[in-house]
C-alpha cells in the first residue's frame, strides 16, 4: 500500500494476536500505558487519541500507531525522512520495537495475572496464558 504523504519508510504491521482469537479487556490499554511509560516513547497528540488508535514517537524520528482490532492488535512503524548516515537503520528500529513491545506485553500480561479486578478472574488462566504474538517485520523504503 502506499506511504502517508511525508513518510519514506513503513515496516509491514505487525500483529499481536490471543489464543481467545480477541483482544482481552484491559490489554490494550495498558500496553500503550506501559510503552507511553518508557523513555524512547512519547504520546503524539497531533494525530488524535481516540479509543481503539493512538500514535507514539519512537525513537529520533520514527512514529508507531497501535490499532486496536477486534482480534488483534495492530502496530505499524513509520519513518518520516530517508536512512541517513547518522540515524539509526530502519531495521535495527524494527528490532528494538520489536524488543520493546515483547518487554510491555510481558509487563502487560504480569499485571492482568495480579489485577484483583473482577472481570479478570473467569478468564485471567484462560486468556492470559494464551497470549500468542507473531512478530514479522519487512522493512522496506520507496
Known amino acids: 500500500s502506499a506511504l502517508p504523504l511525508g513518510y519514506h519508510h513503513r515496516a509491514t504491521p505487525l500483529h499481536i494476536m490471543f489464543g481467545t482469537g480477541y483482544v482481552i479487556l484491559g490489554f490494550f490499554t495498558r500496553l500503550v500505558t506501559t510503552m507511553a511509560g518508557k523513555p524512547e516513547c512519547q504520546l503524539y497528540f497531533r494525530d488524535g487519541i481516540f479509543r481503539n488508535r493512538v500514535t507514539l514517537e519512537f525513537g529520533d524520528i520514527n512514529r508507531i500507531t497501535l490499532t486496536e482490532l477486534s482480534n488483534a492488535i495492530q502496530v505499524e512503524l513509520l519513518r518520516y525522512i530517508p ?18 513491545l515483547e518487554t510491555c506485553s510481558q509487563d502487560v500480561e504480569e499485571s492482568l495475572q495480579s489485577s484483583n479486578v473482577s472481570v479478570y478472574t ?21
Request: proline fraction near 5%.
Open 83 to 100: 536512512d541517513a548516515p547518522t540515524l539509526t537503520p530502519i531495521k535495527k528500529s524494527c528490532q528494538d520495537l520489536q524488543g520493546l
Open 122 to 142: 473467569d478468564v485471567k488462566e484462560m486468556a492470559v496464558s494464551n497470549v500468542t504474538r507473531k512478530f514479522k517485520f519487512v522493512c522496506q523504503g520507496l
